[in-house]
């Protein structure tokens, strides 16, 4: 709680409470930072990953809140388990008012080093996931005459870099498939948002630094790598669920095909 009566002034009830909440990849890093914000704020949650034994460790930690939670194994570049998934999840949450498309990963390489088999499996994990995902939650949205979908994306799709060439095209067309959709499922107030991650300390970071310079002290690489970063440093999980459970919620209600950048300031665009 906080002690300066002014801050009351200040508190945002974001109206949450007893929503439903899909967040895939949700068992580390920013999904499961996005869950745990949701289940604070009072959602329920249905959450997945392909690791089983991380999965349940994640979702014991969420259940803690007290709030409803539906754990299954399940690859979001696999449709037949996504069909399941959001059945099931559907079926246990009675309902489901909100979609957050986090799962995923960078995929290094330039052009002259990615092969097809490459760009299709970054295709799979980032563009296809979210339709998939979109698609199979529609129906369920349009039953209860609402719904949000966030989608998590990179900075790099609006500020590319060669060196993550697959990535920086497939995340371009990540946040053009949210405007996209965003327009199609106005009519049916269903809201559809971008959020751009630019740097953001999780595992992936993690075993990133232990590929690249396993010798270097975590502090120091991580100093280093962000030197480019306008705010000098790397952004916290918390920092971007926050952005997230915002436009999830019903103080986000006229927010859609937004595209918002979580990055420091990252990326030479406008
Ligand atoms: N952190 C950053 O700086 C950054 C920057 C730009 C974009 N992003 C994007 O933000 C999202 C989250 O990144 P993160 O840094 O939190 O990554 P992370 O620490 O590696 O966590 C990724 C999560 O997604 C799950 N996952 C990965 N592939 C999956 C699949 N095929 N099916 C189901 N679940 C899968 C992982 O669990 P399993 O391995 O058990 O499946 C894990 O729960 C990703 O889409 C990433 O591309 C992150």
């Avoid at 200040?10 to 949701?38: H, M, N």
Wanted: glycine residues 10%; charged residues 25%.
């Amino acid at each position: 709680m906080r002690s300066d009566p002014l801050c009351e002034d200040f508190l945002v009830d974001l109206g949450l409470a007893g929503k439903k909440a899909i967040v895939t990849g949700a068992s580390k890093g920013l999904g499961r930072a996005i869950a745990e914000e949701l289940a604070r704020e009072g959602a329920d949650l249905a959450v997945c990953a392909r690791h089983q034994d991380e999965l349940d460790a994640a979702a014991a930690e969420l259940r803690a809140t007290g709030r409803k939670v539906h754990a299954q194994a399940a690859d979001v570049t696999d449709p037949e388990q996504i069909k399941d998934f959001v059945t099931r999840s559907a079926q246990a949450l009675g309902g489901l008012d909100i979609l957050v498309n986090n799962a995923g990963g960078a995929r290094p390489g330039t052009f002259e080093t990615l092969t097809d088999e490459d760009w299709k499996a970054d295709l799979d994990v980032k563009l296809l996931s979210m339709v998939r995902f979109s698609r199979e939650v529609l129906p369920h949205m349009r039953e209860r005459g609402a719904g949000r979908i966030v989608n998590i994306n990179a900075v790099l799709g609006r500020s590319p870099d060669p060196a993550l060439f697959a990535t920086s095209v497939n995340r371009a067309a990540c946040i053009s498939f949210s405007k996209t959709l965003a327009v199609e499922l106005g009519p049916d107030n269903i809201l559809v948002n971008s959020v751009n991650i630019g740097s953001v300390l999780t595992p992936q970071w993690e075993n990133i630094r232990r590929r690249r310079a396993p010798n270097v002290p975590a502090d120091e690489f991580f100093a280093r790598a962000a030197e480019g970063i306008p705010l000098h440093r790397f952004g916290r999980p918390d920092e971007v669920a926050g952005i997230v459970a915002f436009l999830a919620s019903e103080r986000g209600s006229y927010i859609t095909g937004a595209s918002i950048d979580v990055a420091g300031g990252a990326g030479g665009h406008i």
